[in-house]
């Protein structure tokens, strides 16, 4: 999900210098490690990638998503073609001409002031991550490092117009007594719908791309409001429910009241990409959001303290469990969670603490074996373990269901949805962990995680959910190829094997890059760490 990038000149890592001041606990990290690109991999990364949008451009643009099999086309992001602006910062770091310029040309047509279907909702959260944090990226690369892809300065100022029009209609989703947003907005003309609570991640994964806008605009507004919502966040309240551990937060949130309304939580989805988000704020600018860091290390903390499990078939395995409240553990996890690896090491390089790198590389080796462990090679949607601390039939600890005792066994997990639809995080974590140690089996891993995907999700014009990573083939095809493969598998599963540029990450403390939660790249503001 996230991620940053290195500076580099003359084909040399401009080392950061390692202050004593913040130094952590551990000990220093070793020295940048050298990096070797596979040219003829990123190469057939990209030709997977061209022909996932040529069958989208040719059945289903300017629509949202390609039905693969079905040649058509679904509008599940409001009809703004989602996978086009998703797709563009992946264009642009491939420098894929012909599409970087199909998307270009498309963007000052797109009108936000209405949706497909107006009775439909427009999710703050996912409009913001995929088509704000596209926009925002995209300018922020053509008028940067890819400056010689603009086609001409109206172009390049239409793309930061239709995000600054996007978030006037969006706006009014904040516009209530906590300030903490409604996710849910309704278009034609924008008005919030009557929801009463919104979740962590939702409200929690704005502040990136919202701040960005202010900056890149001049405008602060954009900036308060994300800003307002976050820093209820920052003190949750009431206190004993809404913190259950020391910077571990409960999933609800009243938007009249902004307190919480339950303790239930954990890096899987509706809360993940809060605490992904607390770091990245704070290597946006390390000068404006020192609080966020602080509280990122006391989650962190937190969560190597209480919520590290490793299964009894596999105490090598170690994953994190989620909470209902304090002391009161589930052992299960997903693959949207995976990106937690890749998030502690991103913040163990820049805050100098070498223990959350190596505990953010425990938790990727543990997401590897969710693939290497499948028919196809591809990681479940859902999976769970039984804790070989707890005791094991404890209700909240049971064992695995007969028919997987045996898979159990062997993988140390077994699935609770054994879906594969197109995501990321696992790749991604791999990435950081290539990024943090030079390690060239972070690459092969990453590059049989692709393999096995091409190979089992290619279908009909471009590439599809599967229903059953555990049988050869994925069982069956769901006709549906979202987004997110666009922005983030086939972005992360090329940048591991891609030549050094300015947004890959870097492990010293000079990234000018840090990526939301979509892969989208934005240019860092603040001071080098
Ligand atoms: C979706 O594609 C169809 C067929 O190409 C087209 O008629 C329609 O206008 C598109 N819808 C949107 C929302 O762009
Ligand atoms: C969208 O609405 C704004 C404000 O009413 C207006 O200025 C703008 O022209 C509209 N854009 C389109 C494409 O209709
Ligand atoms: C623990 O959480 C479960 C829900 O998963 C709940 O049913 C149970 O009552 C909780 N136990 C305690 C002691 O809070
Ligand atoms: C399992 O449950 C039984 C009673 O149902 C109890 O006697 C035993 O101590 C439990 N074992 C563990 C490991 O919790
Ligand atoms: C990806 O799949 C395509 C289509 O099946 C195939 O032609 C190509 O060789 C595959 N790429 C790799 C690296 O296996
Ligand atoms: C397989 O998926 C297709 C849609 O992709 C669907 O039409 C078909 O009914 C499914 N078959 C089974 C056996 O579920």
């Given at each position: 999900?996230?991620?940053?990038?290195?500076?580099?000149?003359?084909?040399?890592?401009?080392?950061?210098?390692?202050?004593?001041?913040?130094?952590?606990?551990?000990?220093?990290?070793?020295?940048?490690?050298?990096?070797?690109?596979?040219?003829?991999?990123?190469?057939?990364?990209?030709?997977?990638?061209?022909?996932?949008?040529?069958?989208?451009?040719?059945?289903?643009?300017?629509?949202?998503?390609?039905?693969?099999?079905?040649?058509?086309?679904?509008?599940?992001?409001?009809?703004?073609?989602?996978?086009?602006?998703?797709?563009?910062?992946?264009?642009?770091?491939?420098?894929?001409?012909?599409?970087?310029?199909?998307?270009?040309?498309?963007?000052?047509?797109?009108?936000?002031?209405?949706?497909?279907?107006?009775?439909?909702?427009?999710?703050?959260?996912?409009?913001?991550?995929?088509?704000?944090?596209?926009?925002?990226?995209?300018?922020?690369?053509?008028?940067?490092?890819?400056?010689?892809?603009?086609?001409?300065?109206?172009?390049?100022?239409?793309?930061?117009?239709?995000?600054?029009?996007?978030?006037?209609?969006?706006?009014?989703?904040?516009?209530?007594?906590?300030?903490?947003?409604?996710?849910?907005?309704?278009?034609?003309?924008?008005?919030?719908?009557?929801?009463?609570?919104?979740?962590?991640?939702?409200?929690?994964?704005?502040?990136?791309?919202?701040?960005?806008?202010?900056?890149?605009?001049?405008?602060?507004?954009?900036?308060?409001?994300?800003?307002r919502a976050e820093s209820?966040?920052?003190?949750?309240?009431?206190?004993?429910?809404?913190?259950?551990?020391?910077?571990?937060?409960?999933?609800?949130?009243?938007?009249?009241?902004?307190?919480?309304?339950?303790?239930?939580?954990?890096?899987?989805?509706?809360?993940?990409?809060?605490?992904?988000?607390?770091?990245?704020?704070?290597?946006?600018?390390?000068?404006?959001?020192?609080?966020?860091?602080?509280?990122?290390?006391?989650?962190?903390?937190?969560?190597?303290?209480?919520?590290?499990?490793?299964?009894?078939?596999?105490?090598?395995?170690?994953?994190?469990?989620?909470?209902?409240?304090?002391?009161n553990l589930t052992f299960?996890?997903?693959?949207?969670?995976?990106?937690?690896?890749?998030?502690?090491?991103?913040?163990?390089?820049?805050?100098d603490r070498q223990d959350?790198?190596?505990?953010?590389?425990?938790?990727?080796?543990?997401?590897?074996?969710?693939?290497?462990?499948?028919?196809?090679?591809?990681?479940?949607?859902?999976?769970?373990?039984?804790?070989?601390?707890?005791?094991?039939?404890?209700?909240?600890?049971?064992?695995?269901?007969?028919?997987?005792?045996?898979?159990?066994?062997?993988?140390?997990?077994?699935?609770?949805?054994?879906?594969?639809?197109?995501?990321?995080?696992?790749?991604?974590?791999?990435?950081?962990?290539?990024?943090?140690?030079?390690?060239?089996?972070?690459?092969?891993?990453?590059?049989?995680?692709?393999?096995?995907?091409?190979?089992?999700?290619?279908?009909?014009?471009?590439?599809?959910?599967?229903?059953?990573?555990?049988?050869?083939?994925?069982?069956?095809?769901?006709?549906?190829?979202?987004?997110?493969?666009?922005?983030?598998?086939?972005?992360?599963?090329?940048?591991?094997?891609?030549?050094?540029?300015?947004?890959?990450?870097?492990?010293?403390?000079?990234?000018?890059?840090?990526?939301?939660?979509?892969?989208?790249?934005?240019?860092?503001?603040?001071?080098?760490?």
């Amino acid at each position: 999900m996230a991620s940053f990038t290195s500076l580099l000149v003359g084909g040399l890592a401009v080392l950061g210098c390692i202050s004593p001041a913040n130094a952590g606990p551990a000990q220093a990290r070793p020295r940048a490690p050298s990096y070797q690109a596979y040219p003829e991999r990123a190469a057939a990364v990209m030709e997977a990638f061209d022909r996932a949008w040529d069958g989208y451009y040719q059945y289903a643009f300017p629509n949202d998503s390609l039905k693969p099999i079905s040649k058509s086309f679904e509008n599940d992001r409001n009809g703004w073609g989602a996978s086009a602006i998703d797709a563009l910062s992946t264009a642009l770091i491939m420098g894929d001409k012909k599409v970087i310029d199909q998307i270009v040309d498309y963007i000052p047509t797109i009108n936000f002031n209405k949706t497909n279907d107006d009775s439909v909702p427009v999710s703050l959260f996912e409009t913001t991550i995929r088509y704000l944090g596209g926009l925002l990226s995209a300018h922020d690369l053509l008028s940067g490092p890819l400056n010689n892809y603009v086609g001409s300065e109206e172009k390049l100022a239409a793309i930061l117009d239709q995000a600054e029009h996007l978030a006037e209609n969006l706006k009014v989703a904040f516009n209530t007594k906590s300030g903490i947003p409604i996710n849910d907005v309704l278009f034609g003309p924008p008005r919030v719908t009557d929801e009463k609570t919104n979740g962590l991640a939702t409200i929690g994964t704005l502040i990136l791309e919202w701040t960005r806008l202010s900056d890149k605009t001049g405008n602060k507004e954009y900036a308060e409001l994300a800003q307002r919502a976050e820093s209820q966040l920052l003190l949750p309240q009431p206190r004993a429910l809404a913190e259950p551990y020391p910077g571990l937060l409960g999933t609800n949130v009243d938007v009249e009241t902004g307190e919480f309304v339950d303790s239930v939580g954990g890096w899987n989805g509706g809360t993940d990409s809060f605490y992904e988000y607390l770091i990245k704020i704070y290597i946006y600018d390390t000068s404006r959001f020192t609080k966020h860091k602080n509280r990122w290390v006391d989650a962190i903390d937190s969560s190597i303290k209480y919520l590290a499990s490793h299964p009894t078939s596999r105490p090598d395995l170690t994953f994190l469990a989620a909470y209902q409240g304090n002391n009161n553990l589930t052992f299960r996890s997903g693959h949207l969670a995976c990106f937690d690896g890749g998030n502690f090491i991103l913040g163990g390089l820049v805050l100098d603490r070498q223990d959350y790198v190596n505990f953010g590389l425990a938790l990727v080796d543990s997401c590897h074996e969710t693939y290497a462990t499948t028919a196809t090679g591809i990681g479940p949607e859902g999976f769970a373990w039984q804790d070989n601390k707890v005791g094991f039939n404890a209700t909240n600890n049971p064992g695995p269901p007969a028919e997987q005792s045996d898979f159990y066994a062997d993988a140390g997990y077994w699935i609770t949805s054994s879906y594969y639809i197109l995501r990321p995080e696992v790749i991604e974590s791999i990435y950081y962990a290539y990024r943090a140690t030079g390690d060239s089996k972070y690459q092969d891993w990453a590059w049989e995680a692709f393999k096995a995907i091409n190979e089992t999700c290619s279908v009909g014009a471009g590439f599809s959910e599967i229903e059953n990573v555990n049988v050869k083939g994925g069982g069956n095809f769901t006709d549906f190829q979202d987004s997110f493969w666009f922005a983030e598998v086939l972005k992360y599963s090329y940048l591991i094997q891609a030549e050094e540029a300015p947004w890959q990450i870097s492990a010293d403390h000079d990234n000018e890059w840090v990526f939301n939660t979509e892969a989208h790249p934005m240019k860092v503001v603040g001071k080098h760490i």
